[in-house]
Each structure stands twice: as structure tokens, then as C-alpha cells.
Nanobody
């Protein structure tokens, strides 16, 4: 069973910063691409950032230059550093792992990020 556990969400003022963390099962973490998604009220879930096994990264245009995704293999933890937050970043943020050997997505429970203006 793959388990992903997010933490680090909260309430922050516009212009502030937060760092999200996602702890995953060790084998899953090291051998599969990982990503952060978010879902705002009334909107579809969207990709925020992703990181490959080799550390290559990709970002949604809306967060480029403000968010940074990273991974610490030794701690089986993925991070999302979010700077210069705006109210448009308000959403539930989800950790995602795409397990290649079974071609299946796994999700964390989500963590709420609220940015006040």
C-alpha cells in the first residue's frame, strides 16, 4: 500500500511563504515521479509542479519563479516551497506519486493553503 502524507499548509497573507512537505513510502519515493497538484473551490484539480526520479522539474506557468519543488531521497520527502503567495494560490494541495510498474496514481489526503489579501 502506497501512503503519501502532506503537511505544512495553513493561512498566510499575500506575499508570504509556506513550505509543504510530503512523506512517501521509501520505495515509491525513490523510483517514481512525484508531483504537487492543487484544487481550488469550484475548479478542477491542476498540476502545480512535478519532479522526475533524476530531479528534473516542471512547473505550471502560474507558479513559475515563485514555487520550487524538491525531493530529499534520504528522508523520502518531497517539498514545495511557495513564495510570494497570492489569493489565487488558495486551494487544497495534494501530493501525487505515479507508480510506473502498475501505471497508477496515488494521492495524499491534501493540505489546505489559504492566502488572504
Amino acid at each position: 500500500q502506497v501512503q503519501l502524507v502532506e503537511s505544512g499548509g495553513g493561512l498566510v497573507q499575500a506575499g508570504g511563504s509556506l513550505r509543504l512537505s510530503c512523506i512517501a513510502s521509501g520505495r515509491v519515493f525513490r523510483t517514481n515521479p512525484l508531483a504537487w497538484y492543487r484544487q481550488a473551490p469550484g475548479k478542477q484539480r491542476e498540476l502545480v509542479a512535478r519532479i522526475t526520479r533524476s530531479g528534473d522539474t516542471d512547473y505550471a506557468d502560474s507558479v513559475k519563479g515563485r514555487f520550487t519543488i524538491s525531493r530529499d531521497d534520504a528522508k523520502s520527502t518531497m517539498y514545495l516551497q511557495m513564495n510570494n503567495l497570492t489569493p489565487e494560490d488558495t486551494a487544497v494541495y495534494y501530493c501525487n506519486a505515479f507508480v510506473l510498474v502498475i501505471q497508477r496514481d496515488f494521492w495524499g489526503q491534501g493540505t489546505q493553503v489559504t492566502v488572504s489579501s
